[in-house]
């Protein structure tokens, strides 16, 4: 079946703009995952969604940055006013349920900051 | 807080040449170990799950094992494909489901 799907695969833009990042989970996924990736380190937790709730929002870096999941499917991350610090691929995953399960993630979506 | 610590950073293997990468962790309540693997360019790709000390998966030349502080990735006559960066990962306790990263073991495989 079709796996996690992230739009788009890759984005350059210029410090001071806003970005969004699309995930679409597997079908029937309940939880939603968001980490980042940066150069040389490992996957950072962003935030997870069960349902269209976020229960744990800790990782995120700044009030920058936000993140809304909506239907119980679709997910939007959304990073405000962005900062060359920001560049990183970032990563979705999506689990059937909650802990303990599986997380299947998607491609990543590589946004560069200049 | 979680911990994972991966080593090697790399390795170079020989094709057949067999080895081990470590995973040693530190968590509050272990609810799941997990083995990815991850290559350049693309999202991590799941290979397999233990949740307790004893438990051992295999799958092709692959087979993980898992103790109550560290975890080991048995790769048996590897291959050039093989080559990748290897994830370990950890799901605590509590109401937190993320999960916990170790920066990964480089392998490469040659002929």
């Known amino acids: 079946g079709a796996g996690v799907s992230q739009s788009p695969s890759n984005k350059v833009t210029e410090k001071g703009k806003d970005v969004e990042l699309r995930c679409d989970p597997i079908s029937g996924h309940t939880a939603l995952y968001w980490y980042r990736q940066s150069l040389g380190q490992g996957l950072e937790f962003l935030i997870y969604?069960?349902?269209?709730?976020?229960?744990?929002k800790s990782g995120l870096p700044s009030d920058r940055f936000s993140a809304e999941r909506t239907g119980g499917s679709v997910s939007t991350l959304t990073i405000q006013r962005t900062q060359q610090e920001d560049s990183a691929v970032y990563l979705c995953?999506?689990?059937?349920?909650?802990?303990?399960?599986?997380?299947?993630f998607g491609p990543g979506t590589r946004l560069t900051v200049l | 807080e979680d911990q994972v610590t991966q080593s090697p950073e790399a390795l170079r293997l020989q094709e057949g040449e067999s080895s081990s990468l470590n995973c040693s962790y530190t968590v509050s309540g272990l609810r799941g170990l997990f083995w990815y693997r991850q290559d350049p360019g693309k999202g991590p790709e799941f290979l397999f799950t233990?949740?307790?000390a004893g438990e051992e998966k295999e799958k092709e030349r692959l087979k993980a094992t898992l103790t109550k502080k560290e975890s080991f990735l048995h790769i048996t006559a590897p291959k050039p494909e093989d080559s990748a960066t290897y994830l370990c990962a950890v799901q605590g306790g509590g109401t937190a489901s993320k999960l916990t990263f170790g920066t990964g073991t480089r392998l490469q495989v040659t002929l």
């Open positions: 995953a999506s689990s059937l349920r909650v802990a303990p399960d599986t997380q299947y």
């Open positions: 233990l949740y307790s």
């Open positions: 969604f069960q349902g269209n709730s976020a229960p744990d």
